[in-house]
């Protein structure tokens, strides 16, 4: 078994510190009982921490896999790897072949409950970068949609599909449909109405006799959902902004937003209606003619959202908060539950206390816990915890303190050597005390040289807080089950008072 020191070099960096200076303070983390250890050093020099094509770092996976290693010592954590995906899949590999794993400049100690929470925190996120892996894989697929084929399987609404050559390619294309287009734009305008919400175009339209495709009764769940459709909408640039401020990935150039085709948006949870699932979803301009302009279709999505309908067909009840809220009367779990609000047909999530089930004479607190204010407040509370846990570790490995003491040290050897030399041109002193005094005077120059270059030192050596910045814009993006994992990795439990109060407990 063999200690292992990492060292690595950047290419971008030339003033980062040097692979032996790495070396040095790694030597220094090897602790008395290990003294007899082998040790072997290993160094990239040159080498982008940017991805693991290094040939030292292969060289150190190889012989963790070999089962030959005891220990990893790097200098920085990023040392070893910039990206937090292979950070990740390092320490999943050390784990494997139990090897332990010491940063001489981060207290990265995975032994601890802290040490470990940032593990859990930094694998839950790393799968943003999975994403992009798999985006990668489906590149193929992606290619279809950028030409325009239409992906979805049974004809939309509105549209039949008819043979057509896509760049040179036998294909299929959407064309509108007479008398099912004129539909769709019947119910966009209706809707856009003032008053109009979906339950009421929803009876508008069964009153009039209208038909779904496939015969059957429209539904607010299926209107919506034709609603948010863009294959219908005339893109143009306003479209575009939309979803760019939603932060879907628009594949089509923004030239292709003309004003005339229609677009499709297609990725991972395609159903959800959560805004942040957004970010999964791509769009892409269509080569067949859009059915509705882009204001009508922009004014329904507006409406949409201010409506925050949670459709029927999505089993959105849930809260990413599930299981965490306990009813601080009778101790037992609260539940959501959806709801009907009569007035303006919204369905809104709300937290119930589950104590009647234990046969407990519980109704929970008095005010209703709308589960949208409850997430709304923890999800502040955790970005507030990862803003703290950035700015603690920025100023643990900050290290100004040091460096203006070193500043009023050198202020101090000036002091000395202009008094000095003051005593030397007053003639105050023979030649005895003069050739003491540039002796003095050569210690005090070398003496405050020293400073500068420990000043130096200490400012290249910036702290590294790159993970804990990932793991606070991480937060931003993150989707309900990214949120969901977090909630159980960072929450115990939150404990709702009977006033509605909010208390939580968290796990670190
Ligand atoms: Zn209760």
Redesign the pocket.
């Known amino acids: 078994m063999a200690i292992i020191i990492y060292a690595r070099k950047s290419v971008e960096k030339e003033n980062s510190i040097s692979c032996e200076t790495q070396l040095m303070y790694c030597r220094s983390m090897i602790r008395p009982d290990e003294k007899d250890e082998k040790v072997i050093e290993i160094v990239d020099n040159g080498f982008s921490g940017g991805n693991t094509d290094r040939d030292g770092f292969q060289k150190l996976m190889h012989l963790i896999r070999r089962g030959r290693v005891s220990k990893v010592i790097v200098y920085r954590v990023d040392r070893l790897s910039r990206s937090l995906i292979d950070f990740v899949n390092c320490l999943n590999e050390f784990k494997e072949h139990n090897v332990k794993f010491v940063s001489s400049q981060e207290t990265f100690d995975t032994s601890t409950p802290y040490g470990e929470m940032v593990v859990k925190l930094l694998m839950v996120f790393a799968e943003f970068e999975r994403t992009s892996i798999i985006e990668r894989v489906t590149q193929a697929y992606e290619h279809r949609s950028e030409m325009g084929f239409y992906m979805g399987g049974r004809r939309p609404y509105g549209f039949e599909l008819v043979p057509a050559m896509i760049n040179n390619i036998k294909s299929k294309k959407l064309s509108p449909v007479v008398g099912e287009a004129e539909q769709i734009q019947y119910i966009y305008e209706v809707y856009a109405q003032e008053n109009v919400t979906l339950r009421r175009l929803q009876s508008i339209l069964i009153a009039e006799g209208r038909q779904t495709l496939d015969g059957s009764e429209w539904t607010t769940s299926k209107l919506s959902a034709l609603l948010k459709n863009p294959i219908y909408v005339r893109a143009d640039s306003n479209v575009y902004d939309y979803f760019d401020a939603h932060g879907v990935n628009i594949i089509s150039d923004v030239s292709a937003f003309t004003g005339e085709y229609g677009a499709q948006l297609y990725g991972r949870s395609k159903h959800s209606q959560t805004i942040a699932d957004w970010s999964d979803m791509k769009l892409v301009v269509m080569s067949h003619s859009g059915i509705v302009g882009s204001e009508l279709w922009l004014r329904c999505q507006r409406k949409l959202e201010q409506n925050k309908q949670i459709g029927n067909s999505c089993s959105n009840s849930t809260s990413w908060l599930a299981g965490k809220l306990i009813?601080a009367?009778?101790?037992?779990k609260?539940t959501t539950v959806k709801s009907v609000i009569n007035k303006s047909n919204e369905i809104r999530r709300y937290f119930s206390?589950?104590?009647k089930q234990h046969k407990?004479n519980?109704?929970?607190p008095k005010v209703t816990i709308y589960a949208e204010d409850i997430e709304n407040m923890v999800y502040e509370c955790i970005a507030a915890k990862f803003s703290e846990l950035k700015s603690e570790i920025r100023t643990s490995k900050n290290h100004s303190d040091e460096i203006n003491g070193l500043k009023l040290r050198i202020k101090a050897v000036e002091k000395s050597e202009a008094g000095l030399l003051d005593n030397i041109l007053s003639g105050g002193f023979n030649a005895d005390l003069v050739a003491l005094a540039n002796q003095k005077a050569t210690a005090l120059k070398r003496e405050r040289l020293e400073l500068y270059e420990k000043i130096e030192e200490l400012k290249n050596d910036a702290p590294d807080i790159k993970y804990v910045t990932d793991l606070s814009r991480s937060w931003q993006n993150a989707d309900f089950k990214r949120r969901k994992q977090v909630a159980s990795i960072m929450i115990d439990r939150i404990i709702i008072g009977e006033d509605g109060s909010a208390k939580i407990i968290w796990n670190i």
């Not at 009367?329 to 037992?332: E, T």
Request: glycine share 24%.
């Open positions: 009813c009367k009778c101790g037992h609260m206390c589950t104590g407990k519980c109704k929970g």
